[in-house]
């Protein structure tokens, strides 16, 4: 059974950091595209950033480029978003979302990914 678990969400104020974490389960990962996305109250689901299977080509929504980092550890299967920087507009559940059909590009669309973890929570207060 394939299973995505994301972890350290949290409540930040405006300004701060915090590191979210997704680690595969079940099957690898490490040759395919795996994204973040979020989504607000209300809201569609967002794209956040997409990194290779290589871990070398990274891509990233406007609204986050320069204060966010997307990386992975195909070793622990395990991807990564370092966020800095944060602003109240950046809360939101975060998702992790793993592809099974890319290995690069700019995957940027939900339908494009195949798995998905249960999300985690950033509160970002002012």
């Known amino acids: 059974q394939v299973q995505l678990v994301e972890s350290g969400g949290g409540l930040v104020q405006a300004g701060g950091s915090l590191r979210l974490s997704c680690a595969a389960s079940?099957?690898?990962?490490?040759?395919?595209?795996m994204g973040w996305f979020r989504q607000a109250p209300g809201k569609e689901r967002e794209f956040v950033a997409v990194?290779?299977?290589?871990?070398?080509?990274?891509y990233y929504t406007d609204s986050v480029k320069g204060r966010f980092t997307i990386s992975r550890d195909s070793a622990k299967n395990t991807v990564y978003l370092q966020m800095k920087s944060l602003k109240p507009e950046d809360t939101a559940v975060y998702y992790c979302?793993?592809?099974?059909?890319?290995?690069?590009?700019?995957?940027?669309?939900?339908?494009?990914?195949?798995?998905w973890g249960q999300g985690t929570q950033v509160t970002v207060s002012s």
């Open positions: 979302a793993a592809s099974t059909k890319y290995y690069s590009g700019r995957i940027s669309r939900p339908s494009e990914y195949d798995y």
């Open positions: 079940g099957r690898t990962f490490s040759m395919y595209v």
């Open positions: 990194i290779s299977g290589s871990g070398v080509y990274t």
